[in-house]
């Protein structure tokens, strides 16, 4: 899952969580990168920085930004189970997937 030099901006669906089989948000974005540093640095108030998701812990890219908010409506439907499943089929051992992608 790592990003390549030049994909700056690109639809993504990516998922936060505090720690291990945490708290767990998704969200959607045009660029990772910038949108991750937000979650990081609490300049995202709300959800993300009350429960302090700062850790990126999966991510997936799409061709087209509605392919990708469909993508954030579908997975947002699943079950707890389900999203876990996800993450840990990516990322077993739930680490810090930002220092991947920049």
Same mark, same amino acid.
């Given at each position: ?16 969580? @505090? +720690? &291990? ?11 990772? =990168?910038? $949108?991750?540093? !937000? ?14 998701? @700062? +850790? &990126? ?11 990708? =908010?469909? $993508?954030?409506? !579908? ?14 089929? @990516? ?12």
């Amino acid at each position: 899952m790592r990003l390549l030099v030049g994909m700056r901006k690109q639809p993504c669906v990516y998922i936060m969580s @505090n +720690r &291990l089989r945490g708290v767990l948000y998704v969200g959607v974005t045009s660029s990772i =990168i910038h $949108r991750v540093w !937000q979650h990081r640095t609490g300049m995202m108030p709300g959800f993300t920085c009350k429960y302090r998701l @700062n +850790r &990126l812990v999966y991510f997936e890219f799409l061709a087209s930004f509605p392919e990708a =908010i469909c $993508r954030e409506k !579908q997975i947002k439907r699943w079950r707890r189970k389900w999203k876990i499943e996800l993450v840990e089929a @990516n990322n077993p051992k739930w680490r810090d997937l930002y220092p991947t992608i920049i």
